[in-house]
């Protein structure tokens, strides 16, 4: 069974950063991929980011290519979404998955984290 729980959510500026992190129950991180999604209230869920398990291939949505970085420590079963430059509509619940593989039906979800952007 995985279990996910993210952390480091919070309310910035708009040009501000913050970095949020998944942390990963599971009995190793190295054969799934983990991603990022997010919500906007009215909104659909969309995927943000995505980083595979071996090698680890990233992808991004192209509203946040250039500004969040997604990364791993398979040794410590973690998963960071650095989030730079951050805009208004940047503003959501924050939600990282598990996978087999990016692209594929999540297997786990965490429970979010709010990330506010706003003057």
């Known amino acids: 069974q995985v279990q996910l729980v993210e952390s480091g959510g919070g309310s910035v500026q708009p040009g501000s950063s913050l970095r949020l992190s998944c942390e990963v129950s599971a009995f190793t991180l190295d054969y799934y991929a983990i991603g990022w999604f997010r919500q906007a209230p009215g909104k659909e869920r969309e995927g943000v980011s995505c980083i595979s398990g071996s090698p680890a291939v990233t992808n991004y949505a192209d509203s946040v290519k250039g500004r969040f970085t997604i990364s791993r420590d398979n040794r410590k079963k973690m998963v960071y979404l650095q989030m730079n430059s951050l805009k208004a509509e940047d503003t959501a619940i924050y939600y990282c998955?598990?996978?087999?593989?990016?692209?594929?039906?999540?297997?786990?979800w965490g429970q979010g984290a709010q990330v506010t952007v706003g003057s």
């Open positions: 998955a598990a996978y087999a593989a990016c692209g594929g039906v999540p297997v786990a």
